[in-house]
């Protein structure tokens, strides 16, 4: 049992020992050129001093990098000028047609069915009324400028 136990203590702090000293790097000159070791060198040689782990050595001083603005929010007054414009729909105004024509159909769908009540029916007719503003000038430049195949 003694003997068990050494055979694994002997080789463990041997381990410690050289995990410990791995860590110290060495500055030399060896045939007149600058090398980093992991041991001490013959002759001249210096230990190097190392940043501790994790740590990127020059940013800790460096002020914070400075951020982009937010974004502008959502013109509603540009985009009703935009869908009053002649002309047949753009590529943005028609993604939102779609997109509004679902929701559209989703609400309606859900009034039909009765699955509301109360003020939630009462949310979405008032959803359905300014659904139905945005959309009327997009359907009607729809079929007046109709888009190819």
């Known amino acids: ?4 136990i050494s055979a694994l203590f002997i080789p463990a702090l041997l381990g410690c020992c050289l995990a410990c000293q791995a860590g110290q790097i060495w500055r ?20 190097v001093e ?9 940013m800790e001083n460096r002020p914070a990098p400075r951020r982009a603005p ?4 959502h013109n509603t ?4 000028r935009r869908q009053s414009n002649d002309g047949p729909l753009g590529y943005g105004e028609r993604s939102r047609l779609r997109q ?3 929701e559209r159909d989703g609400l309606q769908r859900d009034l039909q069915r009765g699955n509301v009540r109360g003020h939630t029916r009462t949310a979405i007719q008032d959803e359905l009324r300014d659904i139905s503003r945005e959309i009327a000038p997009l359907e009607r430049r729809a079929r007046q400028y109709p888009s190819g195949p």
């Open 70 to 73: 937010p974004p502008a929010r």
């Open 50 to 58: 190392l940043a501790p782990l994790g740590e990127i050595s020059g």
């Open 77 to 80: 007054t540009a985009d009703t």
């Open 100 to 102: 509004l024509q679902i």
């Open 28 to 47: 030399c000159q060896q045939n007149g050129q600058m090398v980093y070791v992991n041991q001490p060198c013959e002759g001249q040689g210096e230990p």
């Open 1 to 4: 049992m003694y003997r068990s």
